[in-house]
């Protein structure tokens, strides 16, 4: 069976500074991976995806993660946070159905 | 473009009552999902729908639960007894079957926010 797991439940970084959002996934067979994002009262945006191929993923608004089998990670990284970015972010790993992370709640401070 | 909608955006509903969450998926799709966030926690799989038919579903997922899709158009979500612990949003989804050759991308509605007092 799948599982995600996201290390910090809640990040805060300051305007312009480095957002890096943590994912671990367990899975028998290399899955498929995503992040997605929830801004308040809405539901889910897609925001990158990993399938096959290239394990440096680019996604929307700048963000973009990497995955690292060795490691079993799918960490999101985006250069330089800006005040919109602050909103729930979900890992999620898909076999069959969609397995989700806890979320982390991302803050950036002005 | 293309969009699931969801309605009612928020449903409140007196413990013990039956309710029908409503999903539009998009038109071409085929594969819909529910799931469900009770506030503060994870998103969590309810069932997977395809061809008319079930296809997989989590624990969560028991007898008070059931899906169904009337027509063409809507996908629904009945909770036939509703309890406290119900109150949660609960989000739809679908997927094209290109998409699930593609990489398996979901389309997610905007949830409906259910309120169980």
């Known amino acids: 069976a799948q599982s995600v797991t996201q290390l910090g439940s809640h990040v805060s970084v300051s305007e312009g500074a480095l957002v890096l959002l943590r994912c671990n996934y367990s899975?028998?067979?290399?899955?498929?991976l995503f992040w997605y994002v929830q801004y308040p009262n809405q539901g889910l945006q897609l925001l990158l995806k990993?399938?096959?191929?290239?394990?440096l993923v680019k996604g929307i608004n700048g963000f973009e993660a990497e995955f690292k089998k060795s490691e079993t990670s799918f960490h999101l990284t985006k250069p330089s946070a800006h005040m919109s970015d602050a909103a729930e972010y979900f890992c999620?790993?898909?076999?069959?159905?969609?397995?989700f992370g806890a979320g982390t709640r991302l803050t950036v401070k002005p | 473009e293309p969009e699931v909608t969801q309605t009612p955006s928020h449903q409140v509903t007196q413990m013990g009552q039956e309710v029908i969450l409503r999903c539009v998926p998009i038109?071409?799709?085929?594969?819909f999902y529910w799931y469900r966030q009770i506030l503060g926690q994870k998103v969590e799989f309810l069932v997977s729908?395809?061809?008319?038919?079930?296809?997989?579903k989590s624990e969560i997922f028991d007898d008070q639960f059931s899906v169904e899709r009337p027509d063409g158009s809507n996908f629904t979500l009945k909770i036939r007894s509703t309890k406290l612990e119900d109150s949660a949003m609960y989000f739809c989804?679908?997927?094209?079957?290109?998409?699930?050759?593609?990489?398996?991308?979901?389309?997610f509605g905007p949830g409906t926010r259910l309120t169980v007092t």
């Open positions: 989804a679908s997927e094209s079957a290109q998409g699930r050759i593609k990489g398996y991308e979901q389309y």
């Open positions: 899975s028998s067979v290399p899955p498929y």
């Open positions: 990993y399938t096959t191929g290239a394990t």
């Open positions: 729908f395809y061809n008319n038919e079930i296809s997989e």
């Open positions: 999620a790993v898909r076999l069959n159905d969609m397995r």
């Open positions: 038109s071409n799709h085929l594969y």
